[in-house]
Each structure stands twice: as structure tokens, then as C-alpha cells.
């Protein structure tokens, strides 16, 4: 990877805006694909509102594109499409690589870096957890609220030289960001709040807070993240049982909460079902680990999912 | 039982009044025990909009009261108060009780013969199905819509005089009323319908088209279905695994039908959760049987029942 890589943001939604913006606002050669808000922020840029700071980015500083064709081949491909556009993967990304592209998805939940590593090489392929609260208001209209951490490991390999020049590019482009010795560790911990607070928030439409707001709902979020563990460590990746407990205190907590998923099921847009249920779940079959809550919560994702 | 009983109505919601109401249009003597409503259907009466022929009771011929302290003896009791009403068993009826008093529950799901029989001695119960789409509109106006079938027997015991007695009164007063040799099979058949559709109607806030309306919710019904009747079974009552694919079917054709749970959810009302989830779960537990998805099912509903 050169010293000043060549980044392609690739899905530039709330996530890609606000990282491959920063990326920008320091001075890196970022290149953004863009499809619904292609006219507007080649017109007026990207405003981004942010606890760390609000900045902007001028129309004419900001490289934008309205397909993959047009964009020059990147050094780096950030990949924050939602997970539900993964079968355009082939068509979006294949044109921005060299030899030596690394391509890094920022994307929620399980599979990605498999379905990135299939056609384009393993070799290619970091894996990233953002933790952020980050909304896009309206066309080049960005509202970073809470968080902003990422977390950032090689696909199936430790940590490497270009893993971690990639982190220091984000450390100093104010991006937090730390290194994972075990990228599959971190897709799964992170699984552990995901499943049950994302799948539940979107089956029921109730914020976080309602669905710890009796004991029950406590006891069937702790079932759900029991089974996340169980299968996780079916899949060889080391699990800490304390993981559950923390993540049952830290939601009675937070407060109503609203999950990226129940606002996709409010809002009539596709859920991200399949990265955080449906893999899991194959992962459990896989190994036949018992997946009662898993497998039932999937059902009636599925029911939400079909009602327009 | 005499010829002519006196009639005590428990409870007069839409059901009460609708059932009570025909009585009383048939020359019965009923006495309706009635609280928020008193005051209204002292003055102005009922007035009972029907598919199966109006009819109006004015104030001067109804016998309504505030207190069953206030009622005559009643040699029939019907009671039709909101299960989670159940609580209040003792100090609403025992008034009105003689020795050789019938007390006829037609309340939804399972436990309420036993909660009656508790108290009042089993040989006085006889349990019904009430089989009717009837809703209060207001004070006083009652709205029946479609339906209309009891099928009622007696508590732990086959066909008596008495109920051949009592579905004919039902019968010449244009109430269709069947009677059951085994009222737990019956209990038993209603549920299979009622734990999927009231429990998951009222858990996401979906009509039933909705729940059947892609394969993953059929799948997740049968299931339910599949482990009622295997409950069912355990209990020693008789069921016909063709209830279950029936039920399916006759659901697929029914429209976007509200069950009384999600109406109950989404008015902000209490739920009759104990009478229709959560006792076929004790039964479940007493006999050992899984029961994955009716145990998620309740958990859900503690959650749905906790939102205020």
C-alpha cells in the first residue's frame, strides 16, 4: 500500500459519508461512489454535522461518481453498502482493483468478508466493526451523534503491516481506531448485542429500552446471546460468557435506544436480516448447535421483512 | 334448574351484552352486573346492531345493577368478564350464588372452569366457546359483526340435562349453540388458533394476513400449532393433527383479521395473556413437553404487555 493510498468509498450512505469524509477533510485522495445523492453533493458537497467536530466539503474538493466505471482504481476500497446490496458486490467493486487493491468492509454483521473474499481473493480482504451513531439526514445532509470508534482486523490472519498503517490513516484523520488480533472474535462479540437487541427492536418495533423493561424480556435477550456464544465457539472463535452480562447492564443503560434495524423496519427499507441472523444461524446449523430463540427470532424477522 | 332460570350476566362487555341481550329480547330474566356502564344503560338502554337482526333493550324492561350485592340470587350465571379479570371471581359471583346455582364461563382460553371450580365447587361449571366477532362501541352500543356460535360443555364431565337445557334456551333465542362431550377437547381446538394468531397478532401488532402472508410465518404458526396440540395431548385430550394444516388454510383465506389480543395490545389494554399463553404453558411444564416456541411466545408478550 503506497504511503498516500488511493481510497474508494463504495455505498456512501451515513457510514461511508462520515469516514471517507474525514479521510478527506485530512487530506487523503478519497473517491466516492454514490448513486441517490449522486446530483446534490456534486452541487453542494457534504455538510457533516459531528460531536467530534463539524466540518464540510466543498463540491469542489469532493471527488463523486455515479458508477465504478468512471472512478480510477483504488488502493483502498472502503465497502459500506448495506449488507442487503452484498449481490452487487461484483459489479461495484471488481472495477476499482489492481493487483493490489485492498478492499475493507466497514458492514454490519456476518459474511461479508467471505462474500468479498470469494470473488475478488481472501488476500485482499480487512474486516472493520464501526461502532458509531451516524445518520444521514437528507442528500449530503450527514449527523454524526454519538461514538465513532472503528475496529479493524485481517480476514482470517493476524495483524499485518498494512493493517496497521491503515489504522494509524484513521487515528489521525480523528477516526479511533484500534487493532483486532482475531477479526472473527469482533464480528462475533459484536453479534452478542446485534442479534437480540436489532432483531427484537425490528420484530416488535420497540426501542432497547422496552425490551429490558421486564424480566422476561431480560431473560429472553440473555437466551439469545447464549446461543450467539454457543455458536460462535462452534465456529472455533474464543467467546467470554462475561460478554453476555456486560451487554444485558450496559443496555439497561443506554436508554431507548433506537436499532439501525427497527429504523429500516419502520422506515418500509429492507432489514439487514441475513448478516445479522441468517449467517449466525447457518453457522449454527453448520455445527447443529441448538438455536431455538435464534430461529424463531428469524421467523418473525422474516414476517416483518415481508410486510410492506 | 327451572324452567324459566334467572340469568346473571358477569361481566357485560361486548360479549355479555351481545349474549345477555338476546336472552333478555327472548323474554329471560337477566340481570346484567355492570360497572363503567351502569349509569348509561340505566338511562338509555342497549342498543344491539347485529348481522343477525338488530334489536334495542330500553331501560325499563333491563335489570342492570352496580354490585352483585345488589342482584337476586341467579340460578344461571354467565360469566363473561375479560379473564385477567379472573382475580375478582369470588367477590363478583359468590352473591349470587343458591345452592343449586349453574355458573357458565365464556371467557377465552384455559384455566377459567378450574378458577371457578376452585371456590364455587366444580359440579356448579359448565365451560363455553364463544365462537362470535361482537365489539363495544360505546356505552350501551354493541356491534356484532359476524359469527356467533357457543359450543358448551360441562367441567370434567360428559352431556347433562342441564346443558341440553340450557343450549336450548340459547337456541330459541337465536344464540346457535352446540353442545360438547368433551369441553377440554374443545378448549384444546380453540387454542390451536389462538396461541399463534392472538400471541403473535399482539406481539408485532400484525393482522393475521400478515403473519401467514410469507412461508416463514406459516412455518412458525405450524410450529406453534404442533406444540398446542402435542400439550393438548399431554393433558390426555384428544387431538386431530388436521386441526393444525385446517387452521393454516382457513387462516390463509380470512383477510387481515385484528384477533381480540392485538386489539387488547394496541388500545393499551391489558392482555389476556395467563388465559391464552400462559396456562397451556403450565400445562406444558407440568408434562414435560418442549415447547420452544410458546416459551418465546410469552416472553414476547410479558415485553408487549410491559410497553405502557
Known amino acids: 500500500m503506497p504511503r498516500k493510498p488511493c481510497f474508494a ?45 463539524d466540518f464540510e466539503l466543498a463540491a469542489q474538493q469532493l471527488h463523486v461518481y455515479k458508477s465504478s466505471r468512471e472512478m480510477p482504481k483504488a488502493d483502498v476500497v472502503i465497502v459500506t453498502l448495506k449488507t442487503t446490496a452484498n449481490g452487487q458486490f461484483a459489479e461495484l467493486i471488481a472495477p476499482l482493483l489492481h493487483e493490489g487493491t485492498t478492499v475493507v468492509t466497514l458492514q ?13 481473493g481472501a488476500e485482499r480482504v480487512i474486516g472493520g466493526l464501526a461502532f458509531v451513531c451516524v445518520n444521514r439526514m437528507g442528500p449530503g445532509d450527514i449527523r454524526h451523534t454519538d461514538y465513532g470508534l472503528i475496529k479493524m482486523g485481517e480476514f482470517g490472519r493476524g495483524i499485518s503491516p498494512r493493517l496497521g498503517q491503515l489504522c494509524e490513516i ?25 442479534v437480540p437487541f436489532n432483531g427484537l427492536g425490528a420484530a416488535m418495533g420497540l426501542t432497547t429500552d422496552r425490551i429490558v423493561g421486564c424480566p422476561e424480556g431480560i431473560a429472553l435477550a440473555r437466551e439469545i446471546m447464549q446461543e450467539v456464544v454457543a455458536t460462535g465457539r462452534s465456529a472455533g472463535v474464543e467467546m467470554d460468557d462475561a460478554h453476555i452480562e456486560q451487554n444485558i447492564a450496559r443496555t439497561l443503560t443506554m436508554g431507548p435506544y433506537r436499532s439501525s434495524m427497527q429504523i429500516d423496519a419502520e422506515m418500509g427499507r429492507e432489514i439487514e436480516l441475513d448478516a445479522i441472523i441468517g449467517q449466525p444461524l447457518e453457522v449454527a446449523k453448520e455445527h447443529a448447535v441448538a438455536t431455538p430463540t435464534m430461529r424463531m427470532l428469524h421467523q418473525l424477522l422474516c414476517i416483518r421483512a415481508s410486510v410492506k
Open 9 to 53: 468509498i463504495v455505498g456512501a450512505g451515513a457510514i461511508g459519508c462520515y469516514y471517507g469524509g474525514r479521510l478527506a477533510e485530512h487530506g487523503h485522495d478519497v473517491h466516492f461512489l454514490m448513486r441517490s445523492d449522486y446530483e446534490h453533493v456534486r452541487q453542494h458537497g457534504l455538510s457533516i454535522k459531528s460531536h467530534a467536530g
Open 108 to 120: 454490519n454483521g456476518l459474511g461479508n468478508e467471505q462474500q468479498l473474499a470469494g470473488p475478488f
Open 170 to 194: 484513521f487515528n489521525s484523520s480523528k477516526v479511533p481506531c484500534q487493532m483486532l488480533e482475531d477479526l472473527a472474535q469482533g464480528r462475533w462479540e459484536k453479534l452478542i448485542w446485534n
